[in-house]
């Protein structure tokens, strides 16, 4: 309950209880509520109450939410003493005071106890040397000054002013003033700090008039700004009236620069029907809608996108067989298969003019050349090249464009790249079609279905436009790693060619004809460095410091080998003219980095090789079997998939049912456990082609028969003995060679696809057809 507190007789200690102040400043002759919450400041107004409702308020120096116990340095020296006039207790344990400011005290020094925070002082009331005139003419002007003030700042009831008016002498005026004025506490902490009462008054009225110039350049602005609105209210009002007026006079409303160009272009843009519907209703929009809407922005760009995307016939340039086959050869080694199947496409579209063409889809590891191929049958057929990268699409609006009904809408980036194209007949590349993905948003692929669909795409309809536009001028290529992440219906309108890895006779050639001379030019050394390799250094950079189906990475080591040969020439440590011997690679590159010693060297037991297909290209594919005692256990470890597990486990079926024409006992299973191993267990495996080289290691461990070192194998296995064919044929005989193994075991029925495979694969390389285990195990093991 609040209750009125006496005032009684100030004992002359000249020590007092101190509440630091947050954010505020109380001054002398004024009266403040204070609301106290901190335990020190609690501690002090209660011990003021006890003794003689004195305290001193002292402002912060820095105020934050975590001063719970400011320290002296944290103090202002100059505050006021002020009288305790009435105090409610809150029932959340703070306090509410009503406060009047006494004098002026300068703090001599701070000190604690346990509780709170005292200080000794003594009064300083401000001093004034100046006649009562100048006094006077001083408080006039700074009156005026206030009245200003007030009047211009609204958040300063006029009530303000009238303790200032009737203040009885200059000291009561300038504590009303600085109390009244919205200043920052630093600021009047400093003008309170003045110990002379003209130079206080002074630099009140230096302040005030800043503030009152302030609040004047606001008010213009604020002013400014609604005289603007006022008139675009105005314009708009005036505006619907003419058009109300021209209506019923029959005048047109054509009196729009933007929509006079607009009707301009479209007179002379070969739009189809629906199009040139869709524009002259939106022109007629335009007309209607006022330039500062934010409608006729949508409706300008609108217009913009339509006429900027190609409309006219393009007419297709000629161009020879002879010329492609040279361009092709000229930016691409090897490849023959590849190339072969490109030209047959460009002899369709030479001889027709004008076709609904296949969609080519080009399949390989990275770095083989696809995008590289989609430009140079580009620059062959003499069309425009857009590429676009698919990589990380996941939603369809980026295929088809979102509607307008949303905030910076855009058509998808098929219509972007017709834009960009500048003709109705590019050739567009859509790379990385199979790293797209789908979420709630949508499925990019399936926006993919119309736009690669030679059927449909005449008449693609983006969102943004949301009018049919003709694709079926446009050569699409699309690239990809792996199809099995491309669904089956996209897969189906695409004509696949694969492009197998590079075999290390055809990266020599790649390196030196393509490699060499494209990294000297990209770093801009020609004629400053002559760096030549002998045959043998480029062989041991890709067979000891590479390990892929493409060239991007033997790219990357020629080019390092080229900058350290630079930096040694201008250290001056190397001559213009280098030799790059083998013995030279590991001061340029290190020590190798891949050594194909993990294909095993020597006859052994239960040690059998496999090749396997990844996205990067071939590999060699090591299985280890060994036994141990135990109680028939199969355990299967090296990361593996559930189809490689299921191939072990149809292989260890296999060796039970054959065990007597191998030679060990049909009951080998009650005694021992078979552990089954693929080395490098932190890469995922899976498939079904390591069927083979499992059960030829299974039956070589019990049989205790040792498998021939110079053979790898693959193939898909039955219960009933079987060999079923495999894909990646190409990709895994790169790697047998790149092994150096030169017998290979693959499924009969993969005959076929042989013939397909590069010659260059094939050189001297004894491949083994195989129709069943049996004959696989005759082939592998050793009596």
């Known amino acids: 309950m609040a209750k009125k507190i006496n005032d009684k007789k100030i004992k002359n200690n000249k020590t007092r209880e101190v509440i630091p102040l947050r954010d505020t400043i109380i001054l002398p002759y004024t009266v403040t509520p204070l609301l106290v919450g901190r335990e020190q400041s609690l ?122 008016d009737e203040s009885s002498n200059a000291e009561e005026f300038f504590y009303f003033s600085l109390a009244n004025v919205q200043f920052e506490v630093n600021i009047k902490q400093k003008i309170f700090e003045i110990d002379d ?5 002074k630099t009140i009225y230096s302040k005030l008039n800043e503030e009152v110039q302030i609040l004047q350049l606001e008010n213009k602005i604020d002013n400014t700004v609604k005289t603007k609105l006022n ?31 607009f009707k301009e272009k479209i007179k002379k843009v070969n739009l189809n029907d629906e199009a040139r519907t869709k524009a002259e209703e939106e022109i007629k929009k335009l007309a209607r809608l006022n330039n500062y809407s934010p409608e006729y922005s949508v409706v300008y760009n609108y217009l913009t996108w339509i006429l900027d995307i190609p409309w006219d016939e393009s007419k297709l340039k000629d161009f020879e067989l002879k010329d492609a086959q040279k361009i092709l050869d000229d930016d691409h080694y090897g490849l023959k298969k590849v190339k072969e199947r490109i030209l047959e496409y460009l002899a369709v579209v030479k001889l027709a003019k004008k076709m609904k063409g296949q969609i080519l889809c080009f ?37 088809r464009g979102h509607r307008r009904t949303y905030v910076g809408a855009l058509p998808g980036v098929i219509i972007q790249s ?9 050739l567009i590349m859509m790379d990385e079609v199979d790293k797209m993905s789908s979420d709630f948003r949508g499925d990019p692929t399936s926006a993919l279905l119309e736009v690669l669909d030679p059927e449909q795409n005449f008449s693609f309809r983006d969102h943004y436009l949301d009018f049919e536009y003709d694709l079926s ?90 900058r350290k040969a630079v930096k040694d020439l201008l250290e001056k440590k190397a001559k213009k003219k280098n030799l790059i011997k083998p013995k030279d690679l590991e001061k340029y590159l290190g020590v190798p980095k891949h050594l194909y010693s993990e294909v095993n060297r020597k006859d052994s037991k239960g040690i059998a090789t496999g090749l396997a297909w990844t996205k990067y290209g071939g590999e060699t594919l090591q299985v280890e079997v060994v036994k141990v005692k135990g109680k028939g256990k199969l355990k299967l470890t090296g990361k593996l998939g559930d189809v490689m597990q299921e191939s072990a486990q149809a292989a260890h079926s296999y060796a039970r049912l054959h065990a007597k024409r191998y030679g060990f006992k049909e009951d080998f299973y009650k005694d021992c456990d078979i552990h089954v191993h693929i080395p490098e267990g932190a890469i995922p495996k899976d498939g079904p082609s390591a069927g083979v080289t499992m059960v030829t290691a299974l039956v070589s461990i019990l049989s205790g028969k040792k498998i021939r070192h110079d053979i790898a194998m693959t193939g898909e296995i039955t219960l009933s003995g079987k060999v079923l064919p495999i894909g990646g044929l190409a990709e895994k005989l790169i790697a047998a060679k790149r092994a150096k193994i030169k ?24 491949v083994i057809f195989v129709d069943s285990i049996e004959e696989v195990l005759d082939e592998s093991l050793l009596d």
């Not at 003021?48 to 400011?70: F, M």
């Open 473 to 562: 001028q446009v050569i699409f290529i699309t690239t990809a790693n792996t199809l099995s992440s491309i669904p089956r219906p996209l897969i189906d309108r695409m004509e696949i060619i694969e492009i197998p890895g590079y075999t290390s006779y055809e990266k020599k050639h790649i390196a030196v004809k393509h490699l060499i001379p494209k990294v000297i030019k990209e770093h801009e050394v020609e004629n400053k460095i002559e760096l030549n390799y002998q045959d043998k250094t480029i062989e041991s950079i890709i067979e000891s410091y590479t390990r892929e189906a493409g060239v991007r990475d033997l790219e990357r080591k020629i080019a390092t080998i080229l």
């Open 197 to 201: 009462l003209f130079e206080s008054i």
């Open 363 to 399: 399949v390989g590891p990275p770095g083989v050349g696809k995008t590289s191929l989609g430009k140079s049958i580009a620059r062959s057929m003499d069309r425009k090249f857009v590429r676009l990268s698919l990589g990380g699409v996941r939603d369809e609006a980026e295929i």
């Open 743 to 766: 017998n290979v075991l693959i499924p009969k029925k993969n005959q076929p696809h042989l013939t397909e495979v590069n010659d260059e694969i094939k050189k001297d390389m004894n």
């Open 231 to 261: 008139k675009m209210q105005k314009e708009y009002y005036l505006t619907e009236q003419l058009k109300a007026i021209n209506q019923e006079l029959g005048v047109s409303k054509e009196d729009k620069s933007d929509v006079l160009d």
């Open 418 to 426: 017709m834009k960009k194209a500048g003709t109705r007949s590019p």
């Open 43 to 164: 501690n002090a107004a209660e011990h003021a109450l006890v003794e003689e409702n004195k305290i001193i308020c002292v402002s912060q120096k820095r105020s934050t939410e975590g001063d719970i116990d400011p320290k002296a340095e944290d103090l202002y020296r100059v505050g006021t003493l002020c009288t305790i006039l009435q105090v409610l207790k809150l029932p959340d344990g703070n306090m509410r005071l009503l406060v009047e400011g006494d004098k002026r005290v300068d703090i001599q020094r701070y000190f604690r106890n346990k509780k709170y925070l005292k200080a000794s002082y003594k009064i300083n009331n401000k001093v004034i040397d100046k006649e009562d005139v100048e006094i006077e003419a001083l408080l006039r002007v700074v009156k005026k000054s206030l009245v200003k003030y007030v009047k211009l700042n609204k958040s300063i009831p006029k009530e303000a002013l009238m303790p200032i």
